[in-house]
């Protein structure tokens, strides 16, 4: 744990000043917003990272009835929502300045917005059962069952259709990205700082569930 | 094995007949809704394609999940245990499949037939139609079998399953409307290949999970 700590300073440091300072391609109608590339890409890496860790522990602990499995897998779909809410607001952000607005009806964002839905599901139905093994079995089942959808949703269904989107053809943007190493001399660094950091987190709040459950 | 899935779906029947009550509830309800929908657009009628197939499946939907909810709920608790002695959970959740299926065709079609009748009709392409909504009620009830079981677990909660199902479901209507909408048109098997491969990979999914998450969910 100590080294993902320290990788993650490390990285998100560079990430920050290297992001904003560096030279980077221009383009039109980009221009500076480019840079949101090293902030809003890998809040999804991140996402969808916690989420399958959470998917993956849940399994775990419906096959060994273990409880521990089922904090973590809880902890984990936790903190990944809150990287999908930060990626959900920096793409807002970034739309309005290249689109011109909030929202569109686009197929990824659509996914995306569905996501999250799946997983404010799985919080209210934590929260509306009572017993202690009951809740973790049911919301455990749910977890895996909702993921395994999560997955076409994100993946698959937006390719099949024309996407305003970045990285599927329309705009030509980002498919520079795959070329420019200038971009991925960020990019990738940032993409590992930001999954470090959502272990970091998750981590953390790991030991303060433990301890309110001790008490 | 494929014995008892009978004579589960068997019983089911016998149930679902003596208390023909709930039965004619989802009926009702499906009218009702269309008949609301048909004043709603007077007096113009539904003129675009667009909310022709999107009403119609939003019909279909909530009328599932109302339909869908019971198939669990009326299982008292004292069968329950009765059939955890007689069954495996493969058998029970296969006849669940299959009830769910056949119930959700009675009212796909129904809504379809009340629909058209009301509402004119958009499609061209029929035996096409008929087919998707066929494969739309598969998808359907494969969707929210194990969404039910898992709101049987937390009790008398009918609302949790509709705030379960709706982000589940929505890859699987999106996939619906789409091909409903190319059905208006003449139909050409290239125009459709790639949404119906993701469909029925999404069925395969679906029933994979399904088969394997009730076993763990049934066990008390």
């Known amino acids: ?215 | 094995m494929i014995s008892k899935i009978f004579a589960i779906l068997y019983k089911d029947f016998k149930i679902e007949i003596n208390q023909s009550h709930l039965f004619f509830s989802v009926g009702l309800y499906v009218i009702s809704s269309i008949y609301i929908i048909y004043i709603s657009y007077q007096p113009t009628g539904i003129l675009s394609l667009e909310h022709w197939v999107s009403i119609f499946w939003v019909i279909i939907l909530f009328s599932s999940i109302s339909a869908v909810s019971k198939s669990f709920f009326q299982e008292s608790g004292n069968r329950n245990y009765y059939y955890y002695y007689v069954l495996s959970p493969d058998e029970l959740i296969f006849s669940k499949l299959i009830y769910n299926f056949l119930f959700i065709v009675f009212v796909t079609f129904l809504t379809f037939i009340i629909f058209s009748f009301l509402l004119g009709n958009f499609i061209y392409s029929f035996s096409f139609f008929l087919s998707l909504l066929l494969v739309g009620a598969l998808s359907i009830s494969n969707c929210l079998t194990l969404i039910s079981a898992i709101g049987h677990q937390v009790k008398n909660n009918s609302i949790l399953i509709s705030v379960l199902s709706f982000p589940v479901i929505i890859p699987i209507l999106l996939l619906l409307i789409r091909l409903s909408k190319i059905s208006s048109s003449e139909f050409s098997w290239n125009l459709i290949q790639d949404d119906f491969y993701l469909l029925i990979l999404l069925n395969i999914i679906l029933v994979a999970m399904t088969k394997i998450l009730f076993g763990y969910l049934w066990r008390n």
């Open chain 1, 1 to 215: 744990m100590r080294y993902i700590k320290i990788l993650c300073v490390l990285l998100l440091t560079f990430t920050a000043t290297a992001g904003i300072l560096f030279e980077v391609p221009r383009l039109p109608i980009l221009n500076e917003t480019i840079r949101v590339l090293y902030f809003h890409v890998p809040m999804w890496f991140t996402m969808i990272f916690l989420l399958l860790l959470s998917s993956v522990n849940a399994y775990r602990f419906i096959s060994t009835k273990n409880i521990k499995y089922d904090l973590i897998s809880y902890n984990y779909a936790h903190v990944g929502v809150y990287f999908g809410v930060l990626g959900i607001l920096t793409g807002m952000v970034w739309a309005n300045y290249t689109w011109g607005t909030f929202w569109t009806n686009d197929p990824k964002l659509n996914g995306s917005a569905i996501g999250l839905l799946i997983y404010f599901g799985y919080f209210i139905l934590r929260n509306s059962i009572e017993d202690e093994s009951k809740k973790a079995k049911v919301s455990s089942v749910y977890s895996v069952f909702a993921f395994s959808m999560l997955i076409p949703l994100i993946f698959i269904l937006p390719r099949l259709t024309d996407s305003l989107h970045p990285g599927n053809g329309g705009n030509p943007g980002f498919n520079v990205y795959d070329l420019n190493s200038q971009l991925r001399i960020v990019f990738y660094p940032a993409v590992i700082g930001f999954i470090c950091l959502g272990l970091w987190i998750a981590d953390v709040k790991h030991k303060l569930l433990k301890i309110t459950n001790k008490r």
